[in-house]
């Protein structure tokens, strides 16, 4: 790759990393809800590729878990909601990820974490006053 494409996909990384994330408001009301269930994690994280929701180490939820050899075993831990942009607008079948969320949750995997997949068509099937 030549040096002036480089420069520029790191002009670009950088102004993309760079700017003010603002959340919707259906992941304004999924960290509203994680809130009232006590879970403590942090909005809009920054990794090498920016995470919506993740759950603080100290939350009794990032799966403390016991294994085999009975050594504790924390689990990073993020939480995506994926509005009507992630998807195909195919309307006579279920929505599919599309490729820039599919490959996100590749490397984000690949990166030790665990995810959670929050879609919107999902999401909205539960009632406002269930929470």
């Keep these: 790759v030549n040096k002036s494409f480089r420069d520029y996909l790191e002009r670009t990384w950088n102004a993309e990393k760079s ?4 959340s919707s408001a259906r992941h304004r009301s999924l960290s509203q809800t994680l809130d009232l269930m006590g879970v403590a994690h942090y909005n809009e994280h920054h ?10 180490t100290e939350s009794s939820w990032t799966h403390t878990a016991e294994r085999g050899d009975h ?8 939480v995506e909601f994926d509005g009507p942009k992630h998807f195909t607008r195919m309307s006579n079948e279920k929505p599919r990820a599309l490729g820039h969320t599919v490959l996100k949750y590749r490397i984000l995997k690949k990166q ?11 999401f909205d099937k539960i009632p406002f006053w269930a929470s």
Aim: proline letters at 3%.
């Design 19 to 22: 700017r003010q994330k603002i």
């Design 47 to 56: 990794e090498d590729i920016d995470v919506a929701i993740i759950l603080k």
């Design 71 to 78: 050594e504790e075993s924390h689990h990073k831990v993020a």
């Design 112 to 122: 030790g974490w665990a995810v959670v997949r929050v879609p919107y068509y999902e």
